[in-house]
């Protein structure tokens, strides 16, 4: 195989692309999608202060690497999340991409700073690992941008995620998170600016590019993800795709070029998963209601005993 | 060769040369799914593997949202 630009050897085929790259021209090509995203979408302007949502994953730390870049000042923001081994791994991935880097990480951690972890909460909630864990991101996130002057949160969902969420929404008709599925959301309502500038760009390409970029991420998924529901709609799309290569593409930016706006009057007031009007009373987060979903969650796991993710029944087995 | 395979992580003896696409189908693996690393360097579907390889077969699709 050529690289479609060079001709010389190539190291990755992008059957969406219909073309194959060389190492070069195939790291050019990620730039340029994430510069394209930006400027299409008016994610960010070149003095902004970005804070980079981390997990220790492909995404997060390539989107990283890329904002980094492109020159825009980006740190990072990771959170304990107490899913065992997983967990502990991410981070030290997070960790050494930054120090390497000489880059800025923030850390929180779910047991120490706020007394619970995801696998006790869904324990005690009794509901799928993966809200509890959302819930408790977009909360710590929102707070630490804006605790920290940042102008905006980045997270690294990419064109595969957006496409899965979007088919989701779609088989179900729900028109309030359609309303809301947007690679930029505005700050408002005390929520800061969140973009996503990966939505150019599928998961096997961020993978791509850290390996060639020399970046350490977890390759394991997580074990409390196994089997949900997101997992099966990326698998009905690559099928799609394997026979249609484009799909996903055309799927996603097609919706925002052509479908989005129709669905906006069904946005809700809050236009935020966690509702937003007035302010928490506990930690003056926005919320809608009196206390915030997350500090009832800090509540409603105070007293919990601590459980092992092997004690919840979302675990792989 | 040695060929790693992840999640769950396991590793295959597969004898030599075999070109990437060809161990992928014989695998049932999706090729749109994974990166095929040899020897620490990322290669295409056109790639052959030779007995002394190590390969890493590595999933790119994760379930968060």
Redesign the interface.
Known sequence: ?KCRACRGP????L?AHNA?FC?EHFLALCRDQVAKAIEKHDMLRPDDRVLVAV?G???SLALWDLLVDLGYRADGFVIGLGIGEYSDGSTGFARDFAQQRGLTLHEVSLREDHGFDIPTAAKVTRRVP?SAC?LSKRHLFDRAALEGGYDAVATG?NL??EA??LFGNTLRWNTEYLARQRPVLPARDGFPRKIKPLVRLG??E???YC??RGIDYI????PM??G?K??RY??AL?AI??ESPGSKHAFYHEFLARAAERFADDAPAGADPDGALGTCSRCGSPSTNDVCAFCLLVERTADAVPVSIGETRWARR | MKVLLRNPRRELDVDGPVRVDTLLRRLEIDRGSVLVIRNRELVPGDAELGDGDEVEIRPVISGGA
């Not at chain 1, 190539?10 to 085929?13: G, H, L, P």
């Open positions: 195989m190539a190291v990755i085929d059957p194959n190492s997990s994953g492909k995404d993966c959302g969902h595969d995620d899965a969420v998961e096997r961020m993978a791509a390996v060639l390759v394991e998924e997580c993800a196994a949900n997101h997992l990326k698998e690559n795709e394997a």
